[in-house]
């Protein structure tokens, strides 16, 4: 019983001895097999987390790219809404316009509550972002913004190209073009 609690002095005497007489020594133990398979666990499992952190992030990439697209065709969508809306109101500030040429040459009390409310009504499609085109006479006439409704002989050498009279204005929703303007264009 004893030799088999304390193998190790016995086996530290014999490779003394052979040290003395100059024989080859018994070889280091290699790392037994029982070692080696533990070795494989934790790769297995650096492996397993190294791809669980991969789809991790993917996910979380994925998720935000998700949210920010959301909030974005949300902000769209009421933008969308509120344009329809606006749309079907230009119509009213064109007639607003008219009306105001007609009251210009009267001076009454009747034309100054005309003029409160027009200006109530342009305040509300400013608060919007509608904003009217610049487009006045001798201005370059440009596809992006400009309806040619019809060319005509310029009055002018200089307004060959150019717009000549603006018949109804186009508004801008923010950048956006909403209604181009309706213009005669001289050649």
């Known amino acids: 019983m004893e030799n088999s609690v304390h193998p190790e002095p016995e086996l530290e005497k014999h490779e003394e001895s052979m040290k003395e007489e100059g024989l080859p020594q018994t070889p280091e133990p290699s790392p037994s097999p029982v070692t080696e398979p533990s070795a494989d666990p934790i790769k297995k499992l650096q492996d397993e987390l190294a791809e669980a952190k991969d789809k991790y992030v993917r996910l979380y990439a994925e998720f935000d790219n998700f949210r920010r697209r959301n909030a974005k065709e949300r902000l769209e969508l009421i933008s969308s809404a509120n344009e329809q809306l606006l749309i079907a109101l230009l119509p ?11 009251f210009k040459e009267k001076n009454d009390k009747e034309a100054e509550g005309f003029f409160l409310i027009q200006n109530k009504f342009k305040k509300t499609l400013e608060t919007f972002n509608i904003k009217v085109m610049e487009a006045g006479r001798g201005s370059d006439f440009n596809l992006d913004l400009h309806e040619a409704i019809t060319q005509i002989p310029s009055p002018e050498e200089k307004l060959k190209g150019k717009i000549v009279e603006v018949v109804e204005k186009g508004y801008l929703l923010g950048e956006k073009v909403i209604r181009f303007a309706k213009v005669v264009v001289g050649s």
């Open 92 to 102: 009213v500030m064109d007639d607003f316009e008219r009306a105001e040429k007609s």
